[in-house]
């Protein structure tokens, strides 16, 4: 499928925004979830550097632009709905904005999955 057909066919929300969950390349953890538009989904693709549309700035967001946390893009993939993006990437230092390496830190478990 090229490019601009992959962009035309995914389903956007009613803010023309579609979640992206972010992975690395080599270990497969989730990096982060972020949002993109058409422009910067079609951005991505054209460029190899994860663009994103931050819904606080209202603008587009090259990550690592300003901070020096680079996603080289590997892969990007959607889901079987084509309202869910995977962006697979190799991650240069942190992705979450707290400087940790993922925005995934934080966790528990269920009580029962240590029986």
């Given amino acids: ?58 603008q587009v967001w090259v990550k690592g632009e300003t901070s020096g946390q680079h996603q080289r893009v590997v892969a990007l993939a959607k889901d079987c709905d084509s309202d869910t993006l995977l962006l697979t990437v190799d991650q240069t230092g942190s992705a979450c904005h707290t400087g940790s390496y993922t925005c995934f830190d934080e966790h528990t478990t269920h009580p029962e999955a240590s029986e």
């Fill in 1 to 58: 499928m090229d490019r601009s057909a992959f962009v035309e066919n995914l389903v956007f929300n009613e803010q023309g925004l579609i979640p992206v969950v972010v992975q690395q390349v080599d270990t497969r953890e989730v990096l982060m979830v972020a949002w993109m538009n058409a422009e910067t989904v079609a951005q991505t693709l054209n460029t190899g550097k994860a663009t994103y549309w931050s819904r606080s700035r209202a």
